[in-house]
């Protein structure tokens, strides 16, 4: 429909026209908090994302200075005044919540709890996590250990909002989560299976072994993936071409259209209506010069 403003609107519409078409899909992007978590915000509105992604500390240590209140106060004002609707956190890289090492078992757990709460108080709802390394204890030992390590969190962490997305993974060594069945034993063996929600990375699964470069291989991973995990679980997408090869249990990002999976996935998820008001969030390299560039890409995959 037209106004019968000024020309000036009749041009506005034409964009409205377009972006009705991507209304329902929530595009973003991993973004930086230096500087305060509240910069994170203004990250995300300049790439004019929909949704983002963050880390509430630094993901390479185990112990960081948690946001101050003003700091908090400031991050929920930015988000309620932006168009950005959901504010994912991502989990810090060196947690194993399946070690069988007391030492590490022990300051993933407490790091967590940790994060969980600040995510709590920040109002964000979802936090997406790896599911750790078995280490040589076996498969069966760390999905166990880690079932337990979050039902200990469900139970002891002031975080009742707080949802945990499994988020699946390419493989590499010991890494758990590179096949479905993992994600669904994990929720499976829990006392909170409904606490759970799963992020599915196109990068991982492509690396993992689940073909994604045609429609017709679309369909089966998602077919897969229903009859496994089940659709409803699926909250999140991190979106990202794959460097590594097929089949190669090899994490490596690349940008959207440059890598081994190719456009036609990310077509084939951009106008699918299953994934409506799902996040899908870019993790590709170079945030700071390229994430605008890979943005755009993935806007016009989106059918008129
Ligand atoms: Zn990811
Ligand atoms: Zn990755």
Not at 74 to 84: G, M
Not at 242 to 269: C, L, M, P, W
């Amino acid at each position: 429909m037209f106004s019968n403003d000024t020309n000036q609107k009749e041009i506005a519409d034409f964009g409205i026209v377009f972006q009705n078409c991507l209304d329902d899909m929530v595009l973003g992007a991993h973004v930086s908090t230096a500087g305060g978590i509240h910069n994170s915000i203004e990250n995300g509105n300049k790439l004019q994302c929909e949704a983002i992604q963050i880390f509430l500390a630094n993901p390479n240590r185990w112990v960081s200075k948690p946001p101050t209140e003003d700091i908090l106060e400031k991050f929920s004002e930015a988000w309620k005044e932006s168009s950005i609707q959901d504010v994912i956190v991502h989990d810090i890289h060196l947690s194993n919540l399946a070690s069988h090492k007391k030492d590490v078992l022990e300051k993933s757990r407490l790091q967590f709890k940790g994060m969980m709460e600040l995510a709590q108080e920040a109002g964000i709802q979802h936090i997406v996590t790896h599911l750790g390394a078995h280490l040589g204890e076996g498969e069966d030992f760390g999905l166990k250990q880690l079932s337990s390590s979050f039902d200990l969190l469900f139970e002891t962490a002031e975080a009742s909002d707080v949802l945990i997305l499994l988020e699946t993974t390419a493989g590499q060594g010991t890494n758990l989560g590179y096949r479905f069945e993992h994600l669904r034993d994990v929720i499976g063996m829990s006392k909170y299976s409904e606490r759970f929600g799963v992020c599915l990375d196109t990068c991982h699964v492509f690396a993992a072994g689940y073909d994604i470069r045609t429609e017709s291989d679309c369909d089966a991973t998602f077919d897969r993936f229903d009859e496994i995990i089940g659709l409803e679980r699926l909250k999140a997408f991190h979106i990202n071409d794959a460097k590594s090869e097929y089949q190669s249990r090899v994490d490596r990002h690349e940008h959207i259209g440059e890598g081994n999976i190719g456009t036609t996935a990310f077509k084939y998820i951009l106008n699918d209506y299953r994934f409506a008001k799902i996040p899908l969030i870019i993790e590709t390299p170079k945030m700071n010069t390229m994430h605008g560039k890979n943005l755009t890409t993935l806007r016009s995959l989106v059918n008129e």
